[in-house]
């Protein structure tokens, strides 16, 4: 008990410190001019992976019947993306749905005119400029729905470190850039924070052309910015 209380005594006599001491962070104060930029660093990559979302609806007269004709036409596309080598993991379904179908006649109350049932999946092609023809084989076997392609880069980590390596760069050389006209010089680098990586969004896709205009649907992956913005803080003395 005694020991206990003498180590209390102690630590109560030894002063608290500052908050940056006890974090093990010393913050060096700027002795000469501060200069603070905003830096960007940008690359591009060709896409390696277009996602896709494709479907079937199927109207009948009953509930029943739209989903029995719904699943049929569905095991078809879904047979057709695996022979054509799409793996199970690329192959998600994203939604299901099954909604009646009203007609309104005038003065009068609606009438149900049937069902309307819809299976959509999302399928991720990495083999992109042949996903148009799988497309086509998809339509062939009773998919009626397609929207997309949204085209990425599957592990972006690669091309984001070199925009952030681009983006010290030029925050270094812009502020040589500002210290030469002031005729002075760059001490060192302060803090360096990141804004935000990102790739801008794609351009909205081109529709699908009619089979008759062309012999099958192209995709063309081109090519897609990734950037890195930085908030840099230099002395200049």
């Known amino acids: 008990m005694k020991r206990l209380v003498a180590a209390f005594l102690i630590a109560a006599a030894v002063p608290a410190l500052p908050a940056a001491a006890q974090t093990g962070q010393v913050t060096q104060a700027i002795a000469g001019t501060r200069l603070d930029l905003n830096v960007t ?21 009953t509930a029943t019947g739209a989903l029995q004709d719904n699943s049929r036409r569905m095991d078809r596309v879904i047979a057709a ?21 009203y007609r309104y006649p005038q003065d009068q109350a609606p009438q149900l005119t049937g069902y ?3 299976n959509q999946v999302t399928i991720r092609f990495r083999d992109i ?59 060192r680098v302060v803090s360096v924070s990141e804004g935000g990586a990102y790739a801008p969004p794609p351009a909205p896709p081109v529709p699908m052309m ?24 230099f002395e200049l003395q």
Do not use: C, F, W
């Not at 080598?85 to 299901?96: F, M, Y």
């Open 129 to 187: 400029r042949n996903s148009g023809r799988i497309l086509d084989a998809l339509v062939a076997q009773g998919a009626n729905q397609i929207n997309g392609p949204n085209m990425t880069i599957e592990h972006p980590e690669a091309a984001l470190d070199e925009a952030r390596a681009k983006a010290v760069a030029a925050g270094r050389a812009r502020a040589e850039l500002y210290a030469r006209s002031r005729g002075m010089r760059v001490v």
């Open 81 to 101: 993306l695996k022979t054509a080598g799409i793996a199970d993991r690329d192959i998600q379904t994203s939604s299901i749905s099954l909604n009646p179908e």
């Open 116 to 118: 309307t049932a819809s």
């Open 41 to 61: 660093g940008e690359v591009t990559r060709v896409p390696d992976l277009a996602v896709i979302s494709a479907g079937v609806v199927s109207r009948s007269a």
């Open 210 to 233: 009619a089979a008759a205009e062309r012999s099958y649907t192209k995709i063309e992956p081109g090519e897609q910015k990734l950037q890195v913005t930085l908030a840099m803080v």
